[in-house]
């Protein structure tokens, strides 16, 4: 038996950018390689508990909404759903590339890899990367973070009621 759609949701944006190893390029953007490859965990992980940088948290952020549309037929009512996400990304500067410079690359890369993918593999309609970005303002120098916050919009579900 499958996992729940949501849990399926977190695994496919894990693998994705899981694959944000080797040389980096974006059209005009790039190249940059990653120091080390980005570690990507499910879990969420304070910027001064991560190992190794890039690091990446992917984990269920606030505003999921699962809605009732249409009454059909008795017994069925449907439902839009869209699953609210939060990727945390973290890295460290050094004396060639600014905690900056290191912060744009990899929400830049972040971003374009989950657009590249927005329909995870065929399991969701579509993704959305929400409007607003939160970085830190380099008080933790030479790390620096950011959160980002996803909205994935799932096909929508009919489930039985009573």
């Not at 490859?37 to 304070?46: A, D, G, I, Q, S």
């Not at 593999?121 to 409007?131: H, K, M, S, T």
Request: hydrophobic share 40%; aromatic share 10%; charged share 25%.
């Amino acid at each position: 038996m499958p996992e729940p759609i949501r849990d399926q949701i977190l695994e496919k944006i894990v693998a994705k950018l899981q694959s944000m190893t080797g040389t980096r390029q974006w059209g005009t953007i790039g190249p940059w390689t990653y120091a080390n490859n980005p570690v990507v965990k499910r879990e969420f992980t304070t910027l001064e508990q991560a190992k190794e940088y890039p690091w990446l948290c992917v984990i269920e952020g606030p505003g999921s909404t699962f809605e009732e549309i249409a009454t059909g037929a008795a017994p069925y009512a449907t439902f839009d759903h869209k699953f609210a996400v939060t990727v945390y990304g973290y890295v460290k500067g050094d004396d060639v590339t600014s905690r900056s410079r290191w912060l744009q690359r990899l929400w830049e890369d972040t971003v374009r890899t989950l657009l590249k993918n927005a329909k995870l593999d065929g399991i969701v309609r579509d993704l959305a990367i929400d409007a607003g970005v939160e970085t830190d303002e380099g008080e933790n120098e030479p790390l620096g973070a950011f959160a980002q916050g996803v909205t994935v919009l799932m096909d929508d579900h009919q489930v039985e009621v009573e």
